[in-house]
């Protein structure tokens, strides 16, 4: 099987072998007797010519496909080889190892330590993108991939790598138009993830023998004309999250108290009712005590009411007056609670 270009790959080896041996032939001119000389210079020639399309090398890092008469014959590691020459045998060179990156969105003008990048008509082309809510948004990625196959990277796609840029295209349009704007945004590692995966499966769905090291957006913003709509969408997101951020340190901070003191009222209250119920429950007690002594004696028991009444009475009186039930007026018998001066009188 032929091809008629060859991306990534490099073939070994001279063509026209007779053509060339003719053209040193008819350059050589030799005077009388050169005839043997000039057979000699056209055997070192074609000695020459032999071992350089016999012998082959292979750089590290490369794999070599062998074609013998056009038809795919084997693949080589690196390393000097022999191959059947004037021809016959054609090789050609694919770097394995390598990884190489295609940009999407944009241009490197100038590589280096701080590389310059263009965008031009094409690159915006590639970069504006529909979102599942209707948005428009601007995305640039890039993809690094590798000549895993390098017989299916020759022969089975006519050019890979622009293949592999129409899937990545493809792939990416229909993961940015499933989702909202805002989920492309926040979550870049999960649609780099997506990406991989569904381009390396159509690739290998096409034996293209590419295998891809990476997928990752690059940058994902708006375009440049609704750029300052954005700017005041995120920062009014942005102070609606400060409001609600705010608004839940108040909550954590007084919900707790607020339970807190309503704990400590509701046990207080159970405290109390307790102790009134406890109390009630004695004094309840303490009463069919009294009573079933009144039952049993009630003379003795209704003078011991009388004397501890009196007694509580008495022991929170301030004057205190003794009365004979025989006496006709009221005489101050004894001068309770009051203190007499120096001079008789009382104050």
């Keep these: 099987m032929t091809r008629d270009n060859n991306p990534g790959g490099e073939q070994g080896g001279p063509s026209d072998l007779p053509q060339i041996i003719q053209k040193v032939g008819d350059s050589l001119s030799f005077g009388k007797g050169g005839k043997h000389l000039r057979r000699i210079v056209i055997v070192l020639v074609v000695v020459i010519i032999f ?13 070599g496909v062998i074609l013998r008469f056009g038809k795919f014959s084997g693949i080589v590691l690196p390393g000097l080889h022999f191959k059947i020459p004037f021809g016959v045998d054609s090789v050609f060179k694919v770097h394995t190892e390598q990884v190489d990156t295609a940009s999407f969105g944009f ?3 100038r590589p280096g330590i701080r590389t310059q990048y263009k965008k031009g008509a094409t690159e915006e082309l590639e970069s504006l993108m529909l979102t599942g809510d209707l948005n428009v948004i601007d ?6 991939f590798r000549r895993e196959d390098p017989r299916k990277y020759l022969f089975n796609v006519r050019d890979p790598v622009m293949t592999l840029r129409d899937i990545s295209e493809s792939v990416n349009r229909r993961i940015v138009g499933n989702r ?4 492309v945004l926040q979550n870049r590692e999960e649609v780099n993830r997506m990406a991989r995966e569904e381009l390396q499966k159509i690739l290998d769905g096409y034996e293209t023998g590419i295998r891809v090291v990476n997928v990752r957006l690059q940058n994902v913003v708006p375009p440049d004309p609704v ?13 609606k999250e400060r409001l609600i951020n705010e608004a839940q340190e108040t909550y954590n901070r007084e919900i707790p108290k607020a339970k807190g003191t309503a704990e400590r009222t509701i046990n207080r209250a159970r405290g109390f009712a307790l102790e009134r119920v406890n109390r009630a429950k004695g004094d309840a007690a303490r009463f069919s005590a009294v009573l079933k002594e009144y039952r049993d004696a009630k003379q003795v028991t209704n003078q011991r009411l009388y004397l501890e009444a009196y007694e509580t009475i008495l022991a929170n009186a301030k004057q205190i007056y003794i009365i004979d039930s025989e006496q006709k007026g009221l005489l101050p018998l004894l001068q309770l609670n009051q203190q007499v001066t120096k001079g008789g009188k009382g104050r």
């Design 227 to 239: 750029k300052g709509a954005f700017n005041e969408v995120n920062e009014a997101q942005q102070e």
């Design 51 to 63: 071992g350089y399309t016999a012998f082959y090398t292979i750089p590290p890092g490369n794999k």
């Design 107 to 109: 241009k490197s003008v």
């Design 139 to 144: 995305v640039e990625w890039i993809i690094q």
């Design 180 to 183: 909202s704007f805002d989920y």
